[in-house]
Protein backbone atom coordinates (compact mmCIF):
# COMPACT_ATOMS: atom_id res chain seq x y z
CA UNK A 1 0.00 0.00 0.00
CA UNK A 2 1.22 3.47 -1.14
CA UNK A 3 2.19 5.89 2.13
CA UNK A 4 -0.48 7.65 3.79
CA UNK A 5 -1.19 11.37 2.85
CA UNK A 6 -0.77 14.01 5.39
CA UNK A 7 -4.52 13.68 6.60
CA UNK A 8 -4.71 17.01 7.80
CA UNK A 9 -4.37 18.32 4.34
CA UNK A 10 -6.95 15.50 2.59
CA UNK A 11 -10.09 17.86 1.65
CA UNK A 12 -11.57 15.18 -0.72
CA UNK A 13 -12.44 11.26 0.07
CA UNK A 14 -13.75 8.88 -2.74
CA UNK A 15 -15.14 5.81 -1.08
CA UNK A 16 -15.58 2.59 -3.39
CA UNK A 17 -17.76 0.62 -2.13
CA UNK A 18 -16.99 -3.25 -2.37
CA UNK A 19 -17.61 -5.38 0.41
CA UNK A 20 -20.55 -7.30 -1.03
CA UNK A 21 -20.20 -10.83 -2.16
CA UNK A 22 -22.03 -10.84 -5.74
CA UNK A 23 -25.13 -13.57 -4.83
CA UNK A 24 -26.57 -12.81 -7.73
CA UNK A 25 -23.51 -13.00 -9.49
CA UNK A 26 -22.65 -16.20 -8.25
CA UNK A 27 -19.26 -15.68 -8.00
CA UNK A 28 -17.14 -12.28 -7.26
CA UNK A 29 -18.15 -9.31 -9.78
CA UNK A 30 -14.66 -7.91 -8.04
CA UNK A 31 -12.40 -10.21 -9.62
CA UNK A 32 -14.48 -10.65 -13.17
CA UNK A 33 -11.76 -9.61 -16.13
CA UNK A 34 -11.98 -6.29 -18.19
CA UNK A 35 -9.39 -6.73 -20.48
CA UNK A 36 -6.48 -7.92 -18.32
CA UNK A 37 -7.30 -6.41 -15.30
CA UNK A 38 -10.40 -7.16 -12.08
CA UNK A 39 -12.94 -5.24 -12.41
CA UNK A 40 -12.29 -3.81 -8.59
CA UNK A 41 -8.58 -2.93 -9.99
CA UNK A 42 -10.25 -1.19 -12.80
CA UNK A 43 -12.65 1.01 -10.85
CA UNK A 44 -9.60 1.68 -7.80
CA UNK A 45 -7.49 3.19 -10.66
CA UNK A 46 -10.67 4.47 -12.45
CA UNK A 47 -11.25 6.95 -9.16
CA UNK A 48 -7.74 7.60 -8.66
CA UNK A 49 -7.53 9.26 -11.78
CA UNK A 50 -10.13 11.62 -10.84
CA UNK A 51 -7.99 13.61 -8.74
CA UNK A 52 -9.74 13.10 -5.34
CA UNK A 53 -7.82 13.74 -2.22
CA UNK A 54 -7.64 10.08 -1.23
CA UNK A 55 -9.20 6.78 -1.92
CA UNK A 56 -10.79 4.51 0.16
CA UNK A 57 -12.31 0.92 -0.23
CA UNK A 58 -14.12 -1.25 1.66
CA UNK A 59 -13.98 -4.96 1.19
CA UNK A 60 -16.19 -7.43 3.21
CA UNK A 61 -16.86 -10.89 1.61
CA UNK A 62 -13.25 -12.51 0.50
CA UNK A 63 -11.51 -9.84 2.08
CA UNK A 64 -8.15 -11.35 1.39
CA UNK A 65 -8.51 -12.04 -2.05
CA UNK A 66 -10.38 -9.17 -3.31
CA UNK A 67 -7.45 -6.80 -1.18
CA UNK A 68 -4.35 -8.46 -3.16
CA UNK A 69 -5.97 -7.28 -6.40
CA UNK A 70 -5.37 -3.56 -5.12
CA UNK A 71 -3.22 -3.21 -2.15
CA UNK A 72 -0.04 -2.09 -4.51
CA UNK A 73 -2.35 1.28 -5.53
CA UNK A 74 -2.33 4.46 -3.81
CA UNK A 75 -5.56 3.58 -1.80
CA UNK A 76 -6.33 2.71 1.69
CA UNK A 77 -8.21 -0.30 2.42
CA UNK A 78 -10.62 -0.87 5.43
CA UNK A 79 -12.51 -4.06 6.50
CA UNK A 80 -16.42 -3.97 6.98
CA UNK A 81 -17.05 -7.06 9.38
CA UNK A 82 -20.76 -6.19 9.16
CA UNK A 83 -20.94 -6.41 5.37
CA UNK A 84 -23.86 -9.01 5.01
CA UNK A 85 -25.95 -6.69 6.72
CA UNK A 86 -26.36 -4.63 3.42
CA UNK A 87 -24.37 -1.64 1.60
CA UNK A 88 -25.33 0.45 3.70
CA UNK A 89 -23.07 -0.11 6.66
CA UNK A 90 -20.34 0.00 4.00
CA UNK A 91 -21.81 3.13 3.58
CA UNK A 92 -21.48 3.84 7.61
CA UNK A 93 -18.40 2.45 7.65
CA UNK A 94 -16.14 4.52 4.96
CA UNK A 95 -18.08 7.60 6.63
CA UNK A 96 -17.07 6.82 10.21
CA UNK A 97 -13.09 6.66 8.90
CA UNK A 98 -13.23 9.63 7.10
CA UNK A 99 -14.64 10.83 10.12
CA UNK A 100 -11.45 9.65 12.19
CA UNK A 101 -8.93 9.66 9.98
CA UNK A 102 -9.33 12.72 7.74
CA UNK A 103 -10.82 15.89 9.91
CA UNK A 104 -10.62 18.19 7.28
CA UNK A 105 -12.23 16.65 4.35
CA UNK A 106 -15.25 18.40 3.08
CA UNK A 107 -16.78 15.98 1.20
CA UNK A 108 -17.20 12.12 -0.16
CA UNK A 109 -17.69 10.19 -3.41
CA UNK A 110 -19.38 6.92 -3.12
CA UNK A 111 -18.84 4.84 -5.73
CA UNK A 112 -19.37 1.06 -7.02
CA UNK A 113 -16.86 -1.19 -8.74
CA UNK A 114 -19.82 -2.86 -11.16
CA UNK A 115 -20.31 0.34 -13.09
CA UNK A 116 -17.46 -0.94 -15.89
CA UNK A 117 -18.31 2.40 -18.09
CA UNK A 118 -17.55 4.89 -15.25
CA UNK A 119 -14.69 7.40 -16.36
CA UNK A 120 -12.66 9.78 -14.25
CA UNK A 121 -14.15 12.33 -16.21
CA UNK A 122 -17.10 11.85 -15.19
CA UNK A 123 -16.16 12.08 -11.53
CA UNK A 124 -13.78 15.27 -12.53
CA UNK A 125 -17.24 16.65 -13.56
CA UNK A 126 -19.35 15.66 -10.17
CA UNK A 127 -16.22 17.18 -8.08
CA UNK A 128 -15.60 20.73 -9.66
CA UNK A 129 -19.50 21.19 -9.92
CA UNK A 130 -19.54 20.59 -6.52
CA UNK A 131 -16.26 22.19 -5.69
CA UNK A 132 -18.17 25.74 -8.08
CA UNK A 133 -21.04 25.23 -6.80
CA UNK A 134 -23.58 25.58 -3.38
CA UNK A 135 -25.30 21.78 -3.25
CA UNK A 136 -24.70 19.51 -0.20
CA UNK A 137 -24.98 16.59 -2.51
CA UNK A 138 -24.11 16.48 -6.44
CA UNK A 139 -25.49 12.46 -7.71
CA UNK A 140 -25.21 10.84 -10.83
CA UNK A 141 -28.79 10.72 -12.99
CA UNK A 142 -29.82 7.53 -15.12
CA UNK A 143 -32.18 5.55 -15.88
CA UNK A 144 -35.06 8.05 -14.41
CA UNK A 145 -33.50 8.66 -11.26
CA UNK A 146 -30.85 9.62 -8.70
CA UNK A 147 -27.97 7.18 -8.43
CA UNK A 148 -23.85 6.25 -7.57
CA UNK A 149 -21.31 7.93 -7.87
CA UNK A 150 -23.32 10.34 -5.26
CA UNK A 151 -20.83 13.54 -3.86
CA UNK A 152 -21.80 14.55 -0.11
CA UNK A 153 -20.75 17.55 1.55
CA UNK A 154 -19.63 17.74 5.12
CA UNK A 155 -22.77 18.47 6.55
CA UNK A 156 -24.32 15.46 5.07
CA UNK A 157 -21.85 13.14 7.09
CA UNK A 158 -24.28 12.50 10.09
CA UNK A 159 -27.23 11.61 7.89
CA UNK A 160 -25.26 8.86 6.14
CA UNK A 161 -24.39 7.68 9.34
CA UNK A 162 -27.87 7.10 9.79
CA UNK A 163 -28.75 5.33 6.94
CA UNK A 164 -30.71 1.47 6.26
CA UNK A 165 -28.11 -1.07 5.54
CA UNK A 166 -30.43 -2.70 3.05
CA UNK A 167 -31.24 0.42 0.93
CA UNK A 168 -27.78 2.82 1.48
CA UNK A 169 -27.65 6.15 0.46
CA UNK A 170 -30.30 6.75 -2.52
CA UNK A 171 -33.28 7.83 0.19
CA UNK A 172 -30.83 10.49 1.35
CA UNK A 173 -30.68 11.69 -1.96
CA UNK A 174 -34.22 11.61 -2.41
CA UNK A 175 -35.24 13.59 0.57
CA UNK A 176 -32.40 16.20 0.08
CA UNK A 177 -33.72 16.12 -3.42
CA UNK A 178 -34.12 20.27 -3.72
CA UNK A 179 -30.20 20.39 -2.70
CA UNK A 180 -28.92 17.86 -5.09
CA UNK A 181 -27.36 18.72 -8.43
CA UNK A 182 -28.08 15.92 -10.66
CA UNK A 183 -25.04 15.23 -13.45
CA UNK A 184 -26.43 12.85 -16.35
CA UNK A 185 -24.53 9.54 -16.46
CA UNK A 186 -26.60 7.12 -18.69
CA UNK A 187 -23.95 4.57 -18.45
CA UNK A 188 -24.60 4.38 -15.37
CA UNK A 189 -27.29 1.94 -15.90
CA UNK A 190 -24.72 -0.64 -17.15
CA UNK A 191 -24.09 -2.56 -13.69
CA UNK A 192 -22.91 -5.99 -13.23
CA UNK A 193 -25.50 -7.91 -11.21
CA UNK A 194 -25.84 -11.47 -12.79
CA UNK A 195 -23.58 -13.42 -15.55
CA UNK A 196 -26.51 -12.43 -18.23
CA UNK A 197 -25.36 -8.85 -17.44
CA UNK A 198 -21.83 -9.64 -17.50
CA UNK A 199 -22.39 -11.74 -20.95
CA UNK A 200 -24.58 -8.71 -22.38
CA UNK A 201 -21.18 -6.55 -21.34
CA UNK A 202 -18.86 -8.66 -22.72
CA UNK A 203 -20.75 -8.72 -26.01
CA UNK A 204 -21.33 -5.55 -26.52
CA UNK A 205 -18.20 -3.42 -25.39
CA UNK A 206 -15.04 -5.63 -25.81
Same mark, same amino acid.
Given at each position: ??? &?? /?? &???????? =? +? #????????????????????? *????? #? @??V?????????????????? !??? &? =?? $? +?????????????? =?????? $???Q???? !????????????? $???? +???? !?????? !?????? @?????????????????????????T?? $???????? %? %??????????? *??????? &??? *? /?? +?? /????? *?????
Amino acid at each position: MAT &EP /DN &EKVKSVAV =I +L #AAGSSSRMGQSKQLLKIGTES *LIRTS #A @KTVIDSGVGQVVVVLGSNYQV !HQQ &E =IV $D +LSIQIIYNKNWEKG =IGSSIK $DGVQFVNN !HFPLCESILFTVC $DQPL +LTSD !HLKKMI !HTFQTG @KNSIVASFYSGSPGVPALFSRSMFETLL $DVDDRHGA %K %KVIQDQIKSVR *LIDFPQG &EVD *L /DT +LS /DWRKF *LKSHL
